[in-house]
């Protein structure tokens, strides 16, 4: 396209405020931004892909997505006077390497990105997008419990939300079709250390003493826990089957201690 010679500076457009890219770059919240002026772009008419950043009302910075790659275009060779300090410079080298760290897939720039941490006994939830809204965040606690949590925007293109629990362990979290998970309270607690629910532990000693590990299942009709019948078995027989656990008896007893309270006064 045609080059055009004008000093402009650089700005964001309304899709570079929001951004993980460009969105909060030093300088960019005054008027007129807090950088130097450049004083060439390349015309280019309605270019593929997001405009994040103007000269005037010419596209100076397009980042776009092609099948899995993806590519970003300054259409001007004034980057230098930023990095030389002309008129102040400019945050050159954080604009770099964000564009840099997008192109490689970084998830902390992902336009659109569900993050959820522990703080204390808060669960952190951030949700990034570059829609104007943000629908409610569900979650699923430890216990099975389902909330909707409401998100505010804290920032352009950056929706939050801090939810106290008194329940400890993992949380689900879900927006949308993104979905992650968070864990609250102490990591190193030893009830934590797997998550994996298994029969495996129990396996072994279940087998050499005639028994069985069984897991609990939800009923066809996910109503109701399916539980196995108990049933009275011999001290020899085998205490497990299909849909049933055995009890065996036994008479042996342990003696703790003996208590004597009068009734009556002599």
Known sequence: GDVTEKAFYPRLSDDGKRHPVTRGLEGSTQEPPQWSRWFRVIDVNKPDGTVVMNAGDKPLLVLNRIGEGRVGMFLSDQGWLWARGFEGGGPHAALYRRIAHWLMKEPELEE???????????????????KKTAQQASIITPSGKKQDIPLTETEPGVFTASVPTTEIGLFQVANGDLTTLAHVG??????????????????????????????????????????????????????????????????????????RLPLFSS
């Open 186 to 259: 102490p990591v190193d607690a030893p009830e934590f250390a797997d998550y994996i629910s298994t029969t495996a532990k129990l396996d072994g000693f279940a087998r050499e003493t005639g028994g069985g590990a069984r897991r609990l299942r939800a009923t066809a009709d996910q109503t109701s826990i399916e539980v196995p019948s108990i049933v009275a078995s011999r001290s020899f027989a085998s205490a497990s089957g299909d849909n049933w656990i055995g009890l065996r008896p036994t008479s042996e007893t342990v003696l703790k201690s003996v208590n």
């Open 112 to 130: 659109e990105a569900l993050t959820a941490t522990g703080s204390g006994r808060n669960l952190e939830i951030r949700r990034q997008t570059m």
